[in-house]
C-alpha cells in the first residue's frame, strides 16, 4: 500500500521554506505552470485522494527525493544539528526536515531535552551509507586531531584505507593541525622523528595529496612522498587584527628567532616595526622556557606576538610580562593552532595579554574559560584550498603566488 504523504506540525516560516524548497526542485516547465495558476495558491503538500496519485504526482516524487537526499547527505555524521545539516548540504532548511523525520519516527534519536542534537539509529545509519559510492571520486579527509591525538590520527587512517579500497580515483588527506608535527628532527639520541612517520602512515593508508595549515617547520612538506598544500593562517588572523587594531602603533614580536620569518611576514602584511625575545630553553624540562632580552624598540606601543601555536603557554605569557616590563602599552598574541594543554588556561587568564587571537584548526575543550580569547574560523581557507585541488587550480594563488 501506497505512503501517504503526511504534514507535520510546522511553523508558517517554516513551511514556506520548505514550499519555497519543493518549489526550486520542480523542472522548469513545472514551474511556469504553478506560476501561471498562481504561487500563493499553490500548496504542495495537500494529500491527494488517490493513493495512486502520490506515486505519479510530481511534487510528492520531489518531497521525497528531498527527504532521500537529506538523509544520503548526513549519514555520515555522528550527531546532527540543523546548523551542521546546514553546512554538510548546503541548505537552510535542516531545521524543518529534521522535525518530519522526528515526527516520522524515522529512526532519528533526540540527544537533549531542547531538540538541538539528534543522532540516527546505527543500524539505520548504516544503511544509508551503504548506499554511498566513492567510486573514480575525489575524496577529501578532513580531521582534527586534539588530544587523545593517536585515536584522531588511526580514525583518520581507516578512512583513507576504507576508500582507497573503495576505488576513490583521489584521496587528500586534510589536517589543519599537522600531528606531531613538533618532533620534526632529533633533539637527541634515540629520539623518534614522529612527523616523517605519519607521513608515512598516510601514504602507506593509500593518501595521494596532504593538506595542513601553518606547519611547525616547513621540512616536514619533503617527508610526504606527494603534493603537499602548506596553507597559511596568517591571512585569516591578519585581516582581524588590521581592522580591530591601529598598525601605525604595533610593533610584530618573534617569541624567539625560530619564529623571525613568520614574524617578517606579518611586518611585511601589516607594515609594522620587528621585535624580537631572546629565549632559551631548560633541555632537563620539557615546555619550559627562560625569557631572556627584548631585541628592538617596544617602548610605548602595541605588541602583537606571533606564534603557530600556544601549547601550555608558558612561552608567550613570560614573553608578555618581558614586553610589559619594557614598555609596551599594551600586549596581544595571535597563534594558529589552539593546544591549550596543562595550565594553559590559567596563565592566560592572569597574564598581561589584552587579547589572544586563534583559528579553530583545534577544537577548544568545554571545560576551558578563557574570557581573552578570540577564536576566528579557518574553515573558509580550507573550503578555497579544496576548491582549487578539487578543479585542478593553484593553491598558492591564494597567497599572493604564482597561479
Request: proline share 5%; with cysteine.
Amino acid at each position: 500500500m501506497a505512503e501517504r504523504f503526511t504534514v507535520p506540525q510546522i511553523s508558517d516560516e517554516e513551511r514556506e521554506a520548505q514550499k519555497r524548497a519543493i518549489f526550486e526542485m520542480l523542472r522548469p516547465k513545472r514551474q511556469q505552470q504553478i506560476l501561471a495558476r498562481g504561487y500563493e495558491t499553490w500548496d504542495p503538500f495537500i494529500t491527494p485522494k488517490d493513493p495512486v496519485d502520490i506515486r505519479t504526482d510530481a511534487t510528492q516524487r520531489t518531497a521525497d527525493q528531498l527527504i532521500k537526499e537529506f538523509l544520503r547527505g548526513t549519514s555520515g555524521l555522528d550527531r546532527l544539528c540543523a546548523s551542521l545539516c546546514d553546512a554538510v548540504t548546503a541548505r537552510s532548511d535542516s531545521r524543518t526536515l529534521l522535525n518530519r523525520l522526528e515526527q516520522a519516527n524515522m529512526f532519528l534519536m533526540r540527544l537533549d531535552e531542547n531538540r538541538q542534537w539528534f543522532r540516527y539509529h546505527p543500524l539505520f545509519a548504516e544503511f544509508l551509507r551503504a548506499g554511498h559510492s566513492v567510486r573514480g571520486a575525489d575524496a577529501f579527509v578532513i580531521q582534527s586531531h586534539p588530544a587523545p591525538v593517536n585515536e584522531w590520527l588511526m580514525e583518520q587512517l581507516i578512512m583513507v584505507d576504507a576508500l582507497k579500497r573503495a576505488s576513490a580515483k583521489r584521496i587528500t588527506v586534510v589536517s589543519p593541525f599537522y600531528p606531531y608535527g613538533r618532533q620534526d628532527k632529533k633533539h637527541a639520541g634515540r629520539e623518534p622523528i614522529s612527523a616523517r612517520l605519519v607521513a608515512d602512515l598516510y601514504k602507506t593508508a593509500g593518501a595521494d595529496r596532504l593538506m595542513s595549515v601553518d606547519l611547525h617547520a616547513a621540512q616536514i612538506q619533503g617527508f610526504f612522498d606527494g603534493p603537499v598544500d602548506h596553507l597559511w593562517g596568517l591571512p585569516v588572523l591578519a585581516d582581524y587584527v588590521a581592522d580591530k587594531y591601529d598598525a601605525s602603533e604595533m610593533c610584530i614580536v618573534s617569541p624567539d628567532a625560530g619564529r623571525v620569518r613568520l614574524a617578517d611576514m606579518w611586518t611585511d602584511r601589516l607594515g609594522c616595526p620587528l621585535a624580537i625575545i631572546h629565549k632559551r630553553r631548560d633541555p632537563n624540562k620539557a615546555n619550559e622556557v627562560a625569557v631572556g632580552e627584548v631585541v628592538g624598540d617596544v617602548k610605548g606601543r602595541v605588541c602583537l606576538l606571533v606564534d603557530d601555536m600556544i601549547d601550555t603557554a608558558g612561552t608567550i605569557c613570560q614573553a608578555a610580562a618581558a614586553l610589559r616590563d619594557h614598555g609596551a602599552s599594551a600586549v596581544i598574541a595571535a597563534a594558529t593552532h589552539p593546544i591549550l594543554s596543562g595550565p594553559a588556561a590559567q596563565r592566560l587568564n592572569a597574564s598581561a595579554f589584552e587579547e589572544v587571537i586563534v583559528t579553530n584548526t583545534l577544537p577548544i575543550r568545554d571545560d576551558l574559560v578563557i574570557p581573552k580569547l578570540t577564536v576566528l574560523s579557518i574553515a573558509p581557507l580550507l573550503a578555497k584550498a579544496i576548491q582549487e585541488v578539487f578543479v585542478d587550480g593553484s593553491v598558492t594563488s591564494l597567497f599572493g603566488g604564482v597561479e
